[in-house]
């Protein structure tokens, strides 16, 4: 079992910055790798960003050169930082892990609310 524990949601002005911070516990060891979703009003769900084990990245067109992904194993915790937020962007942001054991595995964060005024 993997729990995760975002934070750093908010209201940010357009143009502005976030930093999302997700908590990985348990059997931590045996996640591939982790990433973040986000869904927005009346949309289906969409990933941001994603990182692997190894430290490979891969975004969504539609952040890429605005948003990084990025780990810190010592702290099992994968940031996602934000920049040059637009309205477009609001939508509530979960943090995703892929875990290997026995079989494939998929665990999910709460999920944490980002809103981007104009």
């Known amino acids: 079992q993997v729990q995760l524990v975002e934070s750093g949601g908010g209201l940010v002005q357009a143009g502005g910055s976030l930093r999302l911070s997700c908590a990985a516990s348990?059997?931590?060891?045996?996640?591939?790798?982790m990433g973040w979703y986000r869904r927005a009003p009346g949309k289906p769900r969409e990933l941001v960003a994603a990182i692997t084990s190894a430290g490979s990245t891969n975004y969504a067109d539609s952040v890429k050169g605005r948003f990084t992904i990025s780990r810190d194993n010592a702290k099992n915790t994968v940031y996602l930082q934000m920049n040059s937020l637009n309205p477009e962007d609001t939508a509530v942001y979960t943090c995703n892990a892929v875990a290997y054991s026995d079989s494939r595995y998929s665990y999910w964060g709460q999920g944490t609310q980002v809103t981007v005024s104009s």
């Open positions: 348990g059997s931590i060891f045996s996640i591939n790798a």
